[in-house]
T-cell receptor, first 113, second 115 residues
Framework: SQQGEEDPQALSIQEGENATMNCSYK?????LQWYRQNSGRGLVHLIL?????REKHSGRLRVTLDTSKKSSSLLITASRAADTASYFC?????????????FGQGTILTVHP | GAGVSQTPSNKVTEKGKYVELRCDPI?????LYWYRQSLGQGPEFLIY????????DSGLPNDRFFAVRPEGSVSTLKIQRTERGDSAVYLC?????????????FGPGTRLTVL
C-alpha cells in the first residue's frame, strides 16, 4: 500500500516558472527521497533529506521536510521542458525496514516550452 | 559504467503461466530490491536482498511470487500461475550497501502483461 500522498496529482507550467510539489506521509521516517521518472523509463534519484534536516538544495532543486506535519515539498526553480516527468517522494522508515522505500502516487509535471 | 539492467523489457503471457524476470544489478552493489508499479501509481515494495539472502520479503503479495539471488548478484523474480492482476511494470533497484542513506539505482523495468 502507498504510504504517501502527493499533490497536486498533475501540474502544468511554462518554461522558466517554478514548480512545487508536496508529499505527505503517515509514519515516522529515517529519511525521505525524491525520484523522477520519465515516460517509460526507470526512476532516477534526485535528492535525499534525513529526518533531522529541514531543508536541502541540489542545483535547481530545493527540498523541505517538516516531520511534525509529516510533509515534504520539492521545488524546482526555473523549470525546463526537460523537467517534464513524474515525480515521486519515497520514505524510508529505517530500523528493521531500512532501505525499503515506500512511494507516494506521484505528481505528473508538464513544462511547456 | 553499466546501470541496472532488466530482462526482458516486455513480457506477454497467458493467465496461469509461469514467468521469470531477471535483474542484473550494478557490479559490487550488495543490496537489491524489487518493486512493482501499476499504471498511474508509485512503485510498491516487494522484496529486498542483502547479499544472497532475502532480508525482507514482506511485500510479496502471495506465495505465487518468489525471488532468488543465489550468488549475491543477479536476481530472478518468479511468478507462478500468473493472474491478470499481476500485470504491471516490475522494477529492480540496487544500492552499494544496505543503508538508509543510500540512493537506490533503478533499472528500466519489465512490463508484464497477463492476458
Amino acid at each position: 500500500s502507498q504510504q504517501g500522498e502527493e499533490d497536486p496529482q498533475a501540474l502544468s507550467i511554462q518554461e522558466g516558472e517554478n514548480a512545487t510539489m508536496n508529499c505527505s506521509y503517515k509514519t515516522s521516517i529515517n529519511n525521505l527521497q525524491w525520484y523522477r521518472q520519465n515516460s517509460g523509463r526507470g526512476l532516477v534519484h534526485l535528492i535525499l533529506i534525513r529526518s533531522n534536516e529541514r531543508e536541502k538544495h541540489s542545483g535547481r532543486l530545493r527540498v523541505t521536510l517538516d516531520t511534525s506535519k509529516k510533509s515534504s515539498s520539492l521545488l524546482i526553480t526555473a523549470s525546463r521542458a526537460a523537467d517534464t516527468a513524474s515525480y515521486f517522494c519515497a520514505t524510508d522508515a529505517g530500523g528493521t525496514s531500512y532501505g525499503k522505500l515506500t512511494f507516494g502516487q506521484g505528481t505528473i509535471l508538464t513544462v511547456h516550452p | 559504467g553499466a546501470g541496472v539492467s532488466q530482462t526482458p523489457s516486455n513480457k506477454v503471457t497467458e493467465k496461469g503461466k509461469y514467468v521469470e524476470l531477471r535483474c542484473d544489478p550494478i557490479s559490487g552493489h550488495t543490496a537489491l530490491y524489487w518493486y512493482r508499479q501499476s499504471l498511474g501509481q508509485g512503485p510498491e515494495f516487494l522484496i529486498y536482498f542483502q547479499g544472497t539472502g532475502a532480508a525482507d520479503d514482506s511485500g510479496l503479495p502471495n506465495d505465487r511470487f518468489f525471488a532468488v539471488r543465489p550468488e549475491g548478484s543477479v536476481s530472478t523474480l518468479k511468478i507462478q500461475r500468473t493472474e491478470r492482476g499481476d500485470s504491471a511494470v516490475y522494477l529492480c533497484a540496487s544500492s552499494p550497501v544496505s543503508s538508509s542513506y543510500n540512493e537506490q539505482f533503478f533499472g528500466p523495468g519489465t512490463r508484464l502483461t497477463v492476458l
